[in-house]
């Protein structure tokens, strides 16, 4: 069972359209990741966030990307303007509590951009 | 950028039979980690590898890292039909600083097994 929640399972919008993606760490932690899978691809970093603060982001991350941390637990990706290149899994992840940076990823969140 | 690559991109074993997967860094890396997706399911952490030239064992899985940092293999001995799954490689360039929690992923290796 992962200790990252992520709502939707499933989210299908039009082109052009804004989605948030909502990721809840079960218990209280300070870095998150979101990486994305396109179907049947590789899976690609998009963003850490540590703090509260963006720590890096990927050259896919561009300015129709945000994250935040609204109320200090969830923890939102924000599309402004999708596109159809858009669809793909998007994986939370959190950093495991000691040593090296392993991850334990969420069950994700299908985008679909039709 | 930093790029690791993955092969096979498929392998197809019976039931029984020896698997290995390689992965290749262009960058010597601070360490690299193994994981595995199940079909529709999420990465899983399998093992992470940090020295040179490391090898670990987790039952049937063997995991090695070069002396280089720069590749590593994932041996599984007597698939079962429960290793089905892809299994992906993840290198870290830097485990400090900025790029902490930044994995650059293999493409994986798609694991069948005929029973």
């Known amino acids: 069972e992962p200790e990252v929640t992520q709502t939707p399972s499933h989210q299908v919008t039009q082109m052009g359209q804004e989605v948030i993606l909502r990721c809840v760490p079960i218990s209280n932690h300070l870095y998150f990741y979101w990486y994305r899978q396109i179907l049947g691809q590789k899976v690609e970093f998009l963003v850490s966030?540590?703090?509260?603060?963006?720590?890096?982001k990927s050259e896919i991350f561009d300015d129709q990307f945000s994250v935040e941390r609204p109320d200090g637990s969830n923890f939102t990706l924000k599309i402004r303007s999708t596109k159809l290149e858009d669809s793909a899994m998007y994986f939370c992840?959190?950093?495991?509590?000691?040593?090296?940076?392993?991850?334990?990823f969420g069950n994700g969140t299908r985008l679909t951009v039709t | 950028g930093q790029q690791v690559m993955q092969i096979p991109q498929y392998q197809h074993v019976q039931e029984g039979e020896d698997f290995t997967t390689y992965c290749n860094s262009s960058t010597t890396l601070s360490n690299i980690q193994w994981y595995k997706q199940r079909p529709g399911g999420h990465p899983v952490f399998l093992i992470q590898l940090v020295k040179s030239g490391e090898v670990k064992k987790q039952k049937r899985l063997t995991f090695q890292f070069g002396e280089a940092k720069k590749n590593s293999s994932l041996h599984i001995t007597a698939t079962q039909t429960t290793d089905v799954g892809t299994y992906f490689c993840?290198?870290?360039?830097?485990?400090?600083?900025?790029?902490?929690?930044?994995?650059?992923f293999g493409q994986g290796t798609i694991l069948t097994v005929h029973p």
């Open positions: 966030f540590y703090n509260n603060e963006i720590s890096e």
């Open positions: 993840a290198g870290v360039l830097d485990a400090g600083g900025t790029s902490y929690g930044k994995l650059t």
């Open positions: 992840a959190r950093k495991a509590p000691q040593g090296f940076p392993t991850l334990h």
